[in-house]
């Protein structure tokens, strides 16, 4: 009888003189829709994926869970359009409909300037979603080593981790699959239903609520038990966070406004903001960049370090406000400085802000010193043994951020066999 699999199952390799398994993998890919033969398996002894023709001493081992027509906890049974069993092509394919709402899901993320520095691939047979770097929403300027551009993607790929959770599948992820391809920044495997765990899937709800807010917030304390979920919601990608102390609070507002005043004055920094931000009266179609609706009121007075996205021009209109004295900050970093602690650093800051949406919070960037090398070490808490900070938010209790525009799934998606 031929041999049959599923994504998800275990292959084993017995010794033919013992029948203890030799070496077992998952198959995370079939290349056949009717499961036969070959798999690409990743094996659990090496975590490296190759195609396999299995011999006769190999054997299937299901995982006994089979995701087609099951009800998920997700969104499969409350949208129509949205069917994950079979409408196109094979019977345990995700539908279009899926497909692209997840994607929109995952470009729901925050990104510099809202760039979107990202691409997404489908591949329907082997259910593998691939996110590359889309060099277009590049910042020449401002993020020469792409850091912020991996950290924009990584936030995406956590969205989309998120989605699929919600979708009800079990998902392996692996960021930079392809030594060879530093552009390949991450595929995401969805291997079978979920079992009946919450995380991440009951972030969810945040996903497409969260934006950035550059509003003023209260003078509010925020109680300990949410920072304890947003230090252990960071935490759960590697990534340290950890709440700026009054004296080192005011070394950061000192070198982000001597960031913000260097940007205003330095031509790189100006072009790539004007390649993203849109005055009031712009009529281009919107599906990128800043929004002069969002960039918030200018700041009278308060310690709160705004990014402005006018350049420094007058927006007709906009109003001028106070902003926080003791903005609450909360620094991410990790322990060293590499792509793959990059792509860490945007999962780990879209988990935090998604858990602070949840929790009522709302949320801005502070990245300004973070783009000049000499202002970014200066930035770090030494007593804390923090090594490279990576990311800074500004968390608290304020409006929220108003909508911004997204380029259509569409756009960013190819769906392959
Ligand atoms: C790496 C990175 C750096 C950012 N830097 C800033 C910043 O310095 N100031 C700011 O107001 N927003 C900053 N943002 C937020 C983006 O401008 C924002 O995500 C984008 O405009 C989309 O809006 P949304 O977050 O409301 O979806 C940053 C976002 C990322 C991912």
Redesign the pocket.
């Known amino acids: 009888m031929p041999m049959h699999a599923h994504v998800g199952d275990q292959l084993m390799v017995e010794s033919p003189t013992t029948g203890a398994a030799k070496r077992d993998g998952e198959i995370v890919g079939l290349r056949h829709d009717d499961g036969t033969p070959p798999y690409d398996v990743r094996w659990s002894d090496t975590d490296q994926v190759t195609l396999v023709f299995p011999g006769p001493d190999a054997h299937i081992h299901p995982t006994g869970h089979e995701p087609e027509g099951r009800g998920p906890k997700g969104r499969r049974e409350t949208t129509g359009d949205r069917t994950s069993t079979a409408t196109h092509g094979s019977a345990r394919s995700l539908s279009d409909a899926v497909v692209m709402a997840l994607v929109e899901d995952a470009t729901?993320a925050?990104?510099?300037?809202?760039a979107q520095p990202w691409r997404f691939q489908y591949f329907r047979r082997r259910r593998v979603f691939s996110l590359r770097a889309d060099l277009r929403g590049a910042l020449p300027h401002t993020d020469p080593e792409l850091r912020?551009l991996h950290?924009?993607c990584g936030?995406a790929l956590m969205n989309l981790r998120v989605a699929v959770a919600h979708e009800g599948w079990e998902a392996q992820t692996r960021p930079l699959p392809d030594p060879g391809d530093p552009m390949l920044l991450a595929s995401v495997t969805l291997t079978g239903p979920l079992g009946d765990e919450a995380d991440p899937a009951d972030l969810y709800p945040a996903v497409r609520t969260r934006?950035?807010s550059?509003f003023p917030f209260a003078e509010t304390e925020i109680p300990a038990s949410v920072r304890t979920s947003l230090v252990d919601a960071a935490h759960r990608e590697h990534v340290a966070l950890s709440f700026a102390p009054g004296w080192h609070l005011q070394s950061i507002v000192d070198l982000a406004l001597e960031a913000e005043a260097r940007n205003l004055t330095d031509a790189g920094a100006a072009a790539d903001l004007a390649r993203f931000t849109r005055a009031t009266d712009d009529t281009r179609p919107a599906t990128e960049g800043?929004p002069a609706s969002?960039f918030g009121p200018r700041r009278r007075l308060g310690k709160a370090p705004?990014?402005d996205f006018a350049g420094g021009k007058t927006v007709p209109g906009r109003p001028t406000a106070d902003f926080e004295t003791f903005p609450h900050l909360a620094l991410l970093s990790t322990s060293r400085d590499r792509p793959v602690d990059w792509l860490r650093t945007g999962q780990a800051v879209e988990r935090v802000l998604l858990r602070a949406t949840l929790a009522g919070l709302s949320a801005?960037?502070?990245?300004?010193a973070l783009e000049w090398q000499d202002l970014r070490w200066p930035l770090r808490d030494p007593t804390s043994g923090m090594a490279y900070v990576q990311?800074m938010l500004r968390l608290g209790y304020g409006p929220p951020?108003p909508r911004?525009p997204r380029r259509p799934a569409r756009d960013v998606l190819d769906i392959e066999p």
Request: no cysteine; hydrophobic share 45%.
């Open positions: 729901a925050p990104s510099m300037h809202n912020a950290i924009g936030a934006h950035t550059r800043v969002a705004m990014r801005s960037f502070v990245t300004q990311m951020g911004t």
